[in-house]
């Protein structure tokens, strides 16, 4: 999102990820011009995007401490037709509908709820896509997006954890519950970086986005690679027909769900 100052047009919030933020552009660079024009106003450089014809890409000048320094941006068009969008809100919505029959069928199982909330996460992770245009809707999707990123790792942990206690009708330990304290970290660290600037409280704020994203890159191998092992002997050593299909379809339906997004 732009805002307009006195020193010109300025980035107010670039959100993580998109195509903007991937060509280097961060929160308090100056927009000089765009494909050679100058841009005199927010609303400008809002409307810039729509200018492209899809699939071209726009080259920014911006003026970052004084340092001029050119950023080619490609703008993500939403719903452009493209198959794997429509290839991923297949699968997206088919997560949905078994972690709801789930939760209305087997709400009994200790597994069931922490299972259809790993779907529902899913969902989030492959329906809430990015423009990069800014507003309420791509905000929300960002929001929606990392939710469903942060949640799915954990929810793999505890279901794979909890599954061995189940089958040996064991008792609840609450410990488990510690597994959500890093997701829940890291996404009250973005809501103070992003929405309420804590960003620009460091003297350097890119080196601030990039200890986040560094955190998220650490916990997520961690956490899946911690979840594989208990899931693989919970498969092999399960005599319950439910056990095992919850393993089979964490197992096959997460695969095809990320690896194309």
């Given at each position: 999102?732009w805002?307009?100052?006195?020193?010109?047009?300025?980035a107010?919030t670039v959100?993580?990820?998109?195509?903007?933020?991937k060509?280097?552009l961060r929160?308090?660079?100056?927009l000089?011009?765009?494909?050679?024009?100058?841009?005199?106003?927010?609303?400008?450089a809002?409307?810039a995007?729509?200018r492209?014809?899809?699939?071209?890409?726009?080259?920014?000048v911006?003026?970052r401490?004084?340092?001029?320094s050119?950023l080619?941006?490609r703008?993500?068009?939403?719903g452009g037709?493209?198959?794997?969008y429509y290839y991923?809100?297949?699968v997206?919505?088919t997560?949905?509908v078994v972690g709801?029959?789930?939760?209305?069928?087997?709400s009994r199982?200790?597994?069931?709820l922490p299972?259809?909330?790993?779907?529902?996460?899913?969902f989030l992770?492959?329906?809430?896509?990015r423009?990069?245009?800014?507003?309420l809707?791509d905000?929300?999707?960002y929001w929606?997006d990392l939710a469903g990123?942060?949640?799915?790792?954990a929810l793999?942990?505890?279901?794979?954890?909890?599954?061995?206690e189940?089958e040996?009708?064991?008792g609840?330990?609450?410990?488990?519950?510690?597994?959500?304290?890093?997701?829940?970290?890291?996404?009250?660290?973005?809501?103070?970086?992003?929405p309420?600037?804590?960003?620009?409280?460091?003297a350097?704020p890119?080196?601030?986005?990039r200890?986040?994203?560094?955190?998220a890159?650490l916990?997520?191998?961690?956490?899946?690679?911690?979840g594989?092992?208990?899931?693989v002997?919970?498969?092999?050593?399960s005599e319950r027909?439910?056990t095992?299909?919850?393993?089979?379809?964490?197992?096959?339906?997460?695969?095809?769900g990320?690896?194309?997004?």
């Amino acid at each position: 999102e732009w805002v307009d100052s006195s020193r010109g047009v300025i980035a107010d919030t670039v959100i993580p990820r998109t195509s903007a933020w991937k060509a280097g552009l961060r929160p308090g660079d100056r927009l000089v011009s765009v494909d050679g024009a100058p841009v005199v106003s927010a609303l400008a450089a809002e409307d810039a995007p729509f200018r492209v014809p899809r699939g071209s890409g726009m080259l920014f000048v911006v003026d970052r401490n004084g340092e001029e320094s050119e950023l080619f941006v490609r703008p993500v068009w939403a719903g452009g037709g493209e198959a794997v969008y429509y290839y991923l809100a297949i699968v997206a919505l088919t997560f949905l509908v078994v972690g709801l029959v789930v939760w209305l069928r087997a709400s009994r199982a200790r597994a069931a709820l922490p299972f259809a909330l790993l779907c529902h996460a899913m969902f989030l992770l492959l329906v809430m896509k990015r423009t990069g245009q800014g507003g309420l809707i791509d905000w929300s999707a960002y929001w929606g997006d990392l939710a469903g990123f942060l949640l799915a790792p954990a929810l793999f942990l505890y279901i794979t954890w909890i599954l061995p206690e189940e089958e040996r009708r064991r008792g609840r330990s609450w410990g488990r519950v510690l597994l959500f304290l890093p997701p829940l970290l890291l996404f009250a660290w973005n809501l103070y970086l992003i929405p309420f600037k804590g960003v620009f409280r460091f003297a350097d704020p890119i080196v601030a986005i990039r200890f986040k994203d560094r955190l998220a890159e650490l916990y997520i191998p961690v956490y899946v690679v911690g979840g594989i092992v208990p899931a693989v002997r919970s498969y092999l050593s399960s005599e319950r027909l439910q056990t095992r299909w919850e393993v089979e379809w964490m197992a096959w339906g997460s695969p095809v769900g990320v690896l194309p997004a």
